[in-house]
């Protein structure tokens, strides 16, 4: 989008997309027994905008489907997403004035539902017992057959998604930790925030640790994560880049959920508990080490769910 | 009661990829026993040991969460439906 007259001072939303803190976890690790030589650090992605890591990749593949006239000629962005993904387009199509349709199972969250809407997305359910593929399968059928009203903007496809963590989470990892991170640990969902920060992170340090983070059942409550061996798995996932996988077990990210609130004050969402659970695995095995872990969002969008409910039956 | 069950993707590996399951049963409870009988070992994945239906696991009567109901012990009438959902669905729908 091109300057606005109205805007002579002050910044716009976008800038803010990215450029995270990375806390240092101070109380957690002696609880965990944690080695005094290894530094637990956390990327704090609700400090994006929208609330969620999912700024980033939205972001940049709405400004190349600017730059490639797939947007801004009308059409409405349309994409399959369990929540945060949409929440950033949607924040988007209203700040530059582009339509914003989403597939979303019917199962939803109501603030997430809410959220969406009061952006002024257009919401279409899928089958809720078809989970966030039969989103995608909704998703592409509605490309397919109205290819005129739509950009399929794919972020389970779509270049720009990694590209988005290549060029900006991974350096900015790079900087926040003086080069110095050993480890870096993320949930796979659409991969991509493990596809780009992975490769930059290689690039700079081929020793660096890239971990993996799955929930353990195909059938589980952990938000914006895939269990891949039974996913429709996103094409941009290359698995080969990936060193060591953790498999996470949902009750056991939502007990961790809980924990960090009260001991570090930080509140947040399912997936960024299963990837400190996973971060605590990896740091117990080692005297020495500096551990980035991705925290997706934060758990503001979940107090109506079970996460925050633990004596709810 | 004849009552019909909705099997989420991620559980019908154990129902042979059926999307749907009729049982006769009068309590959500006893649905959950006879999908078990059915197809054992599907009952562990929504229930914890002492027969609760686990945090993360929603289950529907007609659309509605049985947490706002009366739990694994709501009455099933002929011909309704019983929902299993995953992960963070909250609310209903219908």
């Known amino acids: 989008m091109g300057p606005s007259m109205h805007c002579r001072l002050g910044e716009l939303l976008t800038q803010r997309i990215g450029n995270t803190p990375l806390f240092c976890l101070r109380r957690l690790p002696g609880i965990y027994g944690i080695a005094e030589g290894v530094q637990l650090l956390v990327k704090a992605e609700w400090y994006n905008p929208g609330g969620s890591v999912k700024d980033r990749a939205a972001f940049r593949i709405v400004q190349e489907a600017f730059r490639a006239g797939l947007l801004g000629n009308g059409k409405r962005l349309l994409d399959a997403t369990s929540g945060n993904t949409g929440i950033a387009y949607a924040m988007l199509g209203a700040a530059w004035g582009f339509g914003v349709t989403l597939v979303v199972p019917a199962s939803i969250g109501e603030e997430r539902r809410a959220i969406l809407q009061a952006y002024g997305a ?37 270049p720009a998604n990694w590209l988005a963590h290549y060029d900006g989470t991974g350096v900015e990892i790079l900087e926040q930790t003086r080069g110095q991170v050993t480890h870096f640990v993320a949930g796979l969902g659409t991969t991509g925030t493990m596809m780009g920060t992975g490769r930059r992170l290689k690039e700079a340090n081929p020793s660096v640790v890239l971990v993996g983070v799955q929930p353990d059942d195909p059938f589980h409550g952990l938000e914006g994560l895939k269990h891949l061996p039974t996913a429709l798995v996103p094409a941009i996932y290359d698995p080969s880049l990936i ?46 080490g500096v551990i980035v872990a991705i925290l997706p969002d934060s758990g503001l969008k979940y107090l109506s769910t079970p996460l925050w409910h633990p004596d709810r039956s | 009661m004849a009552v019909t069950i909705l099997i989420p993707a991620p559980l019908r590996r154990f129902t042979g990829e059926r999307a749907s399951v009729e049982v006769e049963a009068s309590t959500v409870a006893e649905a959950l026993a006879k999908l078990d009988q059915l197809y ?42 019983v929902g299993i959902i995953p992960a963070m669905a909250g609310g209903q729908w219908s």
């Open chain 1, 122 to 158: 257009e919401l279409i359910f899928s089958d809720p017992y078809e989970g966030t593929d039969g989103a995608i399968r909704l998703a592409r059928q509605l490309a397919a057959d109205y290819p005129e009203r739509y950009f399929y903007a794919d972020q389970y496809s779509n």
């Open chain 1, 243 to 288: 060193d060591r996988m953790e498999l996470v077990d949902t009750e056991e990210a939502y007990q961790l959920a809980r924990e960090l609130a009260w001991t570090e004050g930080l509140l947040v969402g399912p997936s960024a508990a299963a990837a400190l659970v996973a971060a605590l695995r990896v740091a117990r095995d080692l005297e020495y």
């Open chain 2, 40 to 81: 054992p070992g599907i009952r562990e994945r929504i229930c914890e040991p002492d027969g609760r239906i686990r945090r993360f696991v929603s289950v529907f009567v007609n659309g509605k969460d049985v947490r706002s109901l009366q739990g694994v012990e709501t009455p099933l009438q002929d011909g309704d439906e």
